[in-house]
């Protein structure tokens, strides 16, 4: 007897916390059936064991009562009136638990014991189950998120075996099936983590042989618009990642590679015009240098129209023609660069033979005088010509502007103190050279 009333007890405390756990809009469907079932099942089995105790007269009036409870439990669920039928199931539920209580209290201190300490037990095993359960939907919904084929059905089987068998009274046999469910998850964990690492390495290997593709084109096109050396051969060192990467267990590596990609090709992508703006003015530069030289260049006009166009393109957006008309207008200045370097240099060797020739013919004819006021006017030639070649270079130009008052100063004592005029262009003339090699 003692046993059928410890499973009544355990089976009113498992309802008693199902009701609990289940959310309100549920028992207007199946749940319903769930909760009359039990309620009626509790009923039925307390009734046999009342037959063969002599039950008192409160015990008789609480059990009508809860029967009470349970016919308008039952009437509840067919009005499909949820809030009511959850009330009247959980006054049954208690009443028929004072009932327990007081035929347990009849009973050896040991035998109540083993009551109290039981529903604890069930209590702890139903925890167990229902941790057990959201685990395996936990990985269950990895598992169909990323479309693995895994079996997870021996699993749910295990938990429903579980919790019928708590149902009934048996804590036992749920205890030893929760070690199953456990076992059988760790299983299903394992599976997970084999499938997710080779999803990774595959999908990792499919990335690497689509950015390889576009990986040269990105590079060339790096190179164009004036990218840093050292970013340059970082990805020329993933390009030989990735060309190995179907070889390679490194899968960190692929990964991090393909971040590194991703995140440079963003950023090229968003800047690329600013570059391209930045390589325009360069050129715009060289064009101005090139129109303030004294003499004409033909390929000059050629070189204004292209840039007109590039600045156009660039202002449009239009990031591929731009481009390709930058790759020829730089193509055009390199070309003119050289020509007039090699003009210039003529021009210099000229001026050298004419300065020589001049200097001999003096030393003959001319006075001391003469000749250092030649030099002073081959020495302005030479820095009135440097003051258009220095450009922005600082040290540059305060030498040049030393030579200039050095040259003042050498102009007013060509007349009165030759020889200390003479002395001053030596000065300058080491300032020259100064200032060519800064320049070069």
């Known amino acids: 007897m003692r046993k059928k009333i410890t499973s009544i007890s355990l089976l009113v ?6 009701i609990g756990s289940i959310p309100t809009h549920v028992y207007a469907d199946s749940q319903s059936d769930s909760l009359i079932r039990i309620s009626t099942q509790a009923r039925d089995q307390l009734r046999i064991q009342l037959s063969k105790v002599d039950a008192s007269q409160e015990i008789k009036e609480k059990f009508r009562l809860g029967s009470v409870e349970i016919e308008s439990l039952i009437k509840a669920s067919k009005d499909e009136n949820v809030s009511a039928a959850r009330e009247h199931f959980l006054s049954a539920m208690k009443i028929f638990n004072e009932i327990i209580q007081q035929i347990s209290e009849r009973t050896s201190t040991s035998e109540t014991a083993l009551s109290i300490s039981q ?3 069930a209590l702890r095993i139903l925890n167990e189950i229902d941790r057990s359960e959201r685990y395996a939907d936990q990985l269950k919904g990895i598992s169909d998120k990323n ?11 295990l938990i429903d075996i579980a919790r019928n068998q708590l149902g009934t009274g048996d804590p036992e046999a749920a205890n030893s099936t929760i070690g199953e469910i456990k076992h059988s998850i760790s299983e299903l964990n394992d599976t997970l983590r084999e499938k997710t690492k080779q999803y990774t390495t595959d999908r990792a290997k499919i990335l690497a042989e689509k950015y390889l593709e576009d990986l040269d084109n990105l590079i060339t096109e ?4 004036g990218v840093s050396q050292e970013t340059l051969d970082k990805l020329s060192q993933i390009k030989e990642h990735l ?11 692929i990964i991090n590679d393909l971040k590194y990609l991703i995140s440079f090709k963003q950023d090229f992508e968003n800047t690329k015009i600013q570059r391209l703006e930045s390589r325009a003015n360069q050129l715009e530069s060289k064009i101005v ?11 000059l006009g050629k070189a204004k129209d292209m840039f007109s166009d590039l600045t156009a393109l660039i202002s449009e957006g239009s990031y591929n023609e731009a481009l390709q008309v930058l790759n020829s207008l730089n193509g055009l200045i390199n070309e003119i660069e050289d020509s007039t370097n090699q003009r210039n240099n003529e021009v210099t060797a000229n001026k050298e033979i004419t300065a020589k020739k001049e200097d001999s013919s003096s030393s003959l004819s001319d006075s001391k005088t003469d000749r250092i006021k030649i030099k002073i006017q081959r020495l302005e030639t030479v820095i009135n010509k440097l003051s258009e070649e220095v450009g922005e270079n600082a040290a540059a130009k305060r030498w040049l502007d030393n030579a200039l008052s050095l040259l003042e100063n050498a102009k007013k004592h060509v007349d009165d103190s030759p020889d200390e005029s003479l002395k001053i262009i030596m000065n300058i003339e080491q300032i020259i050279k100064r200032i060519q090699n800064t320049i070069q």
Not at 148 to 154: L, R
Not at 222 to 225: D, L, P, S
Not at 243 to 253: F, H, I, K, P, W
């Open 289 to 299: 240098q090139f129109s303030n030289l004294p003499y004409e260049i033909p390929e």
């Open 13 to 18: 405390l498992v309802a008693s916390m199902i």
């Open 222 to 225: 790096a190179k164009e618009v």
């Open 119 to 121: 529903p604890a037990d």
């Open 243 to 253: 060309n190995l990467a179907s070889n390679t267990s490194d899968v960190e590596q």
């Open 147 to 157: 479309g693995f084929e895994i079996d997870f059905s021996h699993t749910y089987k």
